[in-house]
């Protein structure tokens, strides 16, 4: 009875073949295979084989921008997004580190970051001044009232933080009505006075009060 020959994803391989060939023409057939992932991949701006996705994962990037001047925020090439004055910019970052331009209204470069993400959310303050206070709502959302707890206080001088989590609620968002727990704490990022840095006690006592507004807004949205 005759002997059919083999195949390997989409190659016939002759029966009487060396080992040796049958080995060159599989390891062929996988560098095409990587040849084209690779180009989809560089394609999509996520890098060859997509490793910096596959191992840091992606998340936002809120550029805060609270100046009276209109700047653009360019990722690594991409085209150029607007920021506002006294608004806020999201863009998508892959994971790893990136480079993040920020330019003036007439696109000539303004100041050049390198940032660094792990799977996480982030913050980019541009403000000529502003201070911002991230808080853990987690217990909101699972209908306990325990109070605020700080995750961190952002002075002015801070440029850049990774929030740690993907389920954050930026400044001037409505709260969601639910979270996926499997996305991290839920965070809250709220601007404040620079000078409430200075009473902790009265800080807390003004967020909670905001919360409540934020929470109050939501329901008559809903």
């Not at 040796?20 to 996988?30: D, E, H, Q, T």
């Not at 690779?38 to 990037?61: C, D, K, P």
């Not at 970051?113 to 541009?126: K, P, R």
Request: proline share 3%.
């Amino acid at each position: 009875m005759g002997t059919e020959p083999e195949s390997f994803e989409g190659f016939e391989v002759d029966a009487g073949m060396s080992t040796g060939k049958r080995v060159a023409l599989g390891v062929a057939a996988l560098l095409v295979v990587v040849a084209i992932l690779g180009a989809v991949t560089q394609m999509a701006g996520v890098g060859f084989l997509g490793y910096r996705s596959i191992l840091y994962g992606s998340g936002e990037l809120y550029v805060l921008n609270l100046s009276d001047e209109e700047r653009f925020v360019q990722v690594e090439g991409r085209e150029p997004e607007p920021v506002l004055a006294q608004n806020a910019q999201i863009v998508e970052l892959i994971g790893g580190t990136s480079k993040v331009d920020i330019l003036n209204a007439d696109k000539s470069l303004w100041k050049s970051y390198q940032v660094t993400i792990d799977d996480s959310a982030a913050i980019l303050n541009i403000s000529d001044e502003a201070c911002l206070a991230v808080a853990d709502v987690t217990d909101l959302y699972r209908g306990q009232d325990q109070g605020l707890s700080f995750q961190k206080l952002l002075d002015a001088s801070t440029e850049f933080y990774q929030v740690e989590s993907h389920n954050v609620i930026w400044p001037r968002r409505s709260f969601p009505t639910r979270i996926d727990p499997s996305k991290g704490s839920t965070l809250w990022v709220e601007i404040v006075a620079c000078r409430l840095f200075e009473d902790p006690a009265y800080l807390s006592e003004y967020l909670m009060i905001r919360l409540q507004q934020r929470m109050e807004k939501r329901g008559q949205a809903e």
